[in-house]
């Protein structure tokens, strides 16, 4: 059982605008930033988002991340084959004192 | 160009030790907080413990009292010292930079991760 509550699958068509949510709490979102990683099987994760909308450099401007008290999301638009990867959120958690991941987004590009 | 290379999976017995180590290059890596993430096959992302620039170190409850981070700045240099090991424990391990400099606390998330090296528990 995750920490943060993410729904195990999402899905869209090439073009469309999907968005992946992420839920926390008081003790992580709730005082923490939240960050977002893209994850194709057999790779390492790769970060997208931190400091709740930050984007690294590299990350293109289709994605981006916002949150709301303790609530996350992640938006991709203009879908492409490409996305389709394996999305996870994190946060540091004040009462657990260590970083906490979702468990995981399946996106597939339809 | 920056880049962490893992190094020391393999094949250890329940109860045995492994130690990991992950090299950096291209940063300085004595200002950055820097972390273990293990990932079982087919499984999502753990957080295994991660280590200031000043030293501080955290864990899970999982791993603390059996794994220990540790960092050597001279050599630029990440160490995750591994004790009785369980089939748990079974695992891609990533070391991975922290993406703001500062203590673990202050996570932000991590931007710069090694290709993982393969660590199986097994008997």
């Known amino acids: 059982q995750s920490v943060l509550t993410q729904p195990p699958s999402a899905s869209g068509t090439p073009g469309q605008r999907v968005t992946i949510s992420c839920s926390g709490s008081?003790?992580?979102?709730?005082?923490?930033?939240v960050n977002w990683y893209q994850q194709v099987p057999g790779t390492a994760p790769k970060l997208l988002i931190y400091?709740?909308?930050q984007r690294p450099s590299g990350v293109p401007d289709r994605i981006s991340g916002s949150k709301s008290g303790t609530s996350a999301s992640l938006a991709i638009s203009g879908l492409q084959s490409e996305d389709e990867a394996n999305y996870y959120c994190?946060?540091?958690?004040?009462?657990?004192?260590?970083?906490?991941f979702g468990g995981g987004t399946k996106l597939t590009v339809l | 160009e920056v880049l962490l290379v893992e190094s020391g999976g393999g094949l250890v017995q329940p109860g045995g030790s492994l130690r990991l180590s992950c090299i950096a290059s291209g940063f300085t890596f004595s200002s950055f907080d820097m972390h273990w993430v293990r990932q079982v096959k087919g499984k999502g992302l753990e957080w295994v413990s991660g280590?200031?620039?000043?030293?501080?170190?955290y864990y899970p409850g999982s791993v603390k009292g059996r794994f220990t981070i540790g960092r050597e700045n001279a050599k630029n240099s990440l160490y995750l010292q591994m004790n009785s090991l369980r089939v748990g424990d079974t695992g891609v391990y990533y070391c991975?930079?922290?993406?703001?400099?500062?203590?673990?606390?202050?996570?932000?998330?991590?931007?710069?991760w090694g290709q993982g090296t393969t660590v199986t528990v097994s008997s």
């Open positions: 400091s709740d909308t």
């Open positions: 008081s003790s992580n979102f709730g005082s923490n930033t």
């Open positions: 280590i200031g620039g000043s030293g501080d170190t």
């Open positions: 991975a930079r922290g993406v703001i400099p500062g203590p673990v606390y202050s996570y932000y998330g991590m931007d710069v």
């Open positions: 994190a946060s540091w958690d004040d009462s657990l004192r260590r970083v906490v």
